[in-house]
């Protein structure tokens, strides 16, 4: 019989005080907003599931809902290919590989209102080069006028900021593959395309996790760049959840259904990683009784 | 610099498919090489005769695995060429080559079962659909795979990738020579000797010219017919396995082959005597009148007892007796300093009378295997 020592519970105390303070406490504070309607700081009433009820209603919020998912969607389809497209095309040695290292990575310093000014002002047809060589090109664009124009603005400012990242760790997923596997691929006579398709892509596999898993939450938390660029607009073409989520609780000051709605968002963005992360362990590694390579 | 000339003889066989390989070539991996200890291999001059089966044997570093990468084409020699039948083939691929090389560790296809690991140099080739199905089946059934042919690639233990690997080597059937760079690292050591018979056994079916690297002297005398000794960037001696044993033509060969190897001592050679560790032997040795200052060696298998005082014989201190299971090893010091005697070891049979340490013993050194070093090249052998 093992001796059971309760003292063990002091030592992770520490550990349950610091997610207590910083994860559970705010995350119930949201829970208990979600089921009461405050109407003053003093009075506040229990109405149970009816603002989760009515959340799923809305239909703003279904809109948002669907930009959102149509939004992440389309930034993993562009940036994770071009990633791996850059990542193939740096220089693996020399001074080269550094001063590319340093020119890639330099978007991903810049912090994200300022990446929303910068395309304001790019994208502008008058003063911005985007915006003028676009109008010079005889192109009607107006992100400010046009849905669709915005739209695309959003997810070309999100492509030149992140898919550096993804490139980045692409890198070094290539820089982690033994010679030997190119030589081996050499003496087989592989085709470039074949080295890509059996040594490479395998191989980046579990960056390539990673890099999708972290594209897909931080577009479907996506906030500070629309907010800069466009607002959300024109109407509502990039207003996005969260920032349909930040105009409920903070401007019109709907704690209730706003805390409702947070939960819910939460719960879709742990759901879709969810399903990415176990799709992607399973795509590649068909018969999973072999084990794991 | 003097280059190491070698030429490994063997009849040339009537297969068209391979070639005779020709190496007369330098090589460093830096820009610009001054002294010897730049270069990875040092200029030489060696052939490889069709079907023929060859070891590169040295320790460590000592250029073996460049010399293989020259062969194939994944290193491109900074001076010299190489040929294949007569024809330059320094500037091509190993593609065009048509060289087939197992590396020391296993390189699998992950997402691909083992017979399409083993297709795949066939596939890259635009072989027939039939014809590679039928070659993965003999190689398959030679490696003993055929019952994992539908298996992911990726889940298999070491030693059955690289059974794959080597799979993949042997493939081919019209490839100038398949090369090995210490394929047999990563095997434990009862499929190590199993797998080696294998690929003796796969070169006497399928008559490839084989080279094999390795640092192991047992899996390079088994294998080969031919051994090429090689250390810091010289390829030293080349020969079969006899000659490697009784005849080192460099001190290293002797040092390096045999367990434990040769021993050597400081000698003189005056007239028709000679001077070891302070005792004259009569024993005239031919072609030592003139040498002076040379160095005697010897394997501990040559090494015998002899009586006190005997002729030819010299005294020495046993230092440490040790019983291996079939033999005893003797270890025992000549002479006094450093500079006038030193280690020499004997094997002894378990039969005899065995001295204990710090008994004075009396050793024959000089035999009809006795080699005569100067600057650590074989100038002479007693007389036999």
């Not at chain 2, 190993?94 to 399409?116: C, G, K």
């Not at chain 2, 020969?239 to 400081?266: C, K």
Request: glycine share 8%.
């Amino acid at each position: 019989m093992k001796t059971v020592n309760q003292r063990a519970w002091l030592l992770i105390l520490p550990v349950v005080i610091c997610v207590a303070f910083s994860a559970i406490l705010p995350l119930m504070t949201v829970v208990n907003y979600s089921v009461q309607d405050i109407i003053s700081p003093e009075r506040r009433v229990f109405v149970g599931t009816e603002w989760f009820k009515s959340v799923m209603r809305d239909d703003d919020l279904q809109g948002a809902l669907l930009r959102q998912i149509a939004f992440s969607f389309a930034v993993l389809v562009v940036e994770i290919p071009l990633g791996i497209a850059l990542a193939l095309a740096m220089p693996a040695k020399g001074w080269h590989a550094s001063a590319v290292l340093v020119l890639v990575a330099i978007s991903l310093l810049i912090p994200w209102n300022v990446v929303g000014t910068i395309w304001q002002i790019y994208g502008r047809t008058d003063i911005g080069l985007f915006g003028a060589a676009l109008a010079w090109l005889g192109i009607d664009y107006s992100y400010t006028g046009s849905a669709r124009d915005a739209w695309l603005t959003v997810l070309l400012m999100d492509v030149w900021h992140w898919t550096p990242l993804v490139a980045l760790l692409c890198y070094a997923g290539l820089r982690a593959i033994p010679d030997a596997y190119y030589q081996a691929a050499s003496i087989d006579g592989a085709s470039k395309f074949a080295v890509f398709r059996f040594i490479q892509l395998p191989k980046l596999r579990g960056v390539l996790m990673i890099a999708v898993l972290l594209r897909f939450m931080d577009s479907f938390m996506i906030y500070t760049e629309p907010f800069v660029l466009t607002g959300g607009g024109p109407g509502n073409a990039t207003t996005f959840l969260s920032q349909y989520l930040t105009q409920k609780a903070v401007g019109q000051f709907d704690l209730g259904p706003a805390a409702a709605f947070s939960l819910i968002y939460f719960l879709i963005i742990l759901l879709l990683c969810f399903i990415l992360y176990n799709w992607m362990q399973r795509v590649g590694t068909a018969d999973k009784e072999a084990g794991h390579g | 610099m003097h280059p190491a000339t070698c030429w490994l003889r063997r009849p040339a066989t009537a297969v068209t498919d391979m070639a005779r390989i020709d190496l007369d070539l330098a090589h460093a991996y830096m820009a610009n090489p001054k002294s010897d200890d730049d270069y990875a291999l040092l200029p030489l001059a060696m052939s490889f005769s069709d079907g023929g089966a060859y070891a590169l044997l040295g320790p460590s570093g000592c250029g073996k695995t460049t010399l293989l990468n020259i062969v194939s084409g994944l290193v491109k020699p900074s001076r010299g060429s190489v040929r294949f039948d007569g024809v330059d083939v320094t500037a091509r691929t190993p593609q065009q080559r048509n060289i087939a090389q197992v590396f020391q560790f296993p390189v699998i296809y992950d997402t691909m079962t083992v017979a399409e690991n083993l297709a795949f140099p066939l596939r890259n080739r635009g072989v027939a659909a039939d014809r590679i199905a039928r070659r993965v089946g003999q190689i398959a059934e030679m490696l003993e795979l055929s019952g994992q042919l539908n298996t992911r690639a990726a889940g298999l233990a070491a030693d059955a990738k690289q059974k794959i690997s080597l799979g993949r080597g042997l493939v081919r059937e019209d490839v100038s020579a398949v090369l090995f760079d210490e394929p047999l690292t990563v095997i434990d050591p009862h499929l190590k000797w199993q797998l080696r018979r294998k690929l003796k056994q796969i070169h006497q079916e399928l008559k490839l010219t084989l080279i094999y690297v390795t640092h192991d002297q047992v899996e390079a005398l088994t294998f080969a017919e031919q051994v090429v000794v090689m250390t810091r960037g010289r390829a030293v001696q080349t020969g079969s396995a006899s000659e490697l044993f009784d005849r080192p033509q460099h001190t290293f060969v002797g040092h390096f082959i045999g367990s434990p190897g040769m021993n050597f001592l400081p000698a003189r050679s005056a007239g028709a005597s000679l001077d070891v560790a302070g005792h004259r032997l009569s024993l005239a040795a031919r072609g030592l009148a003139d040498l002076g200052i040379v160095t005697l060696g010897v394997r501990p298998e040559y090494v015998t007892l002899a009586a006190a005082g005997a002729e030819g014989a010299l005294p020495a201190v046993v230092t440490q007796a040790q019983d291996i299971g079939t033999y005893w090893l003797l270890t025992t010091q000549v002479g006094a300093g450093a500079g006038a005697g030193g280690v020499v070891r004997a094997r002894l049979g378990t039969r005899q009378a065995i001295p204990r340490a710090g008994e004075t013993v009396w050793l024959r050194l000089v035999g009809a295997h006795t080699c005569f070093y100067k600057d650590d090249v074989l100038v002479a052998e007693a007389a036999s």
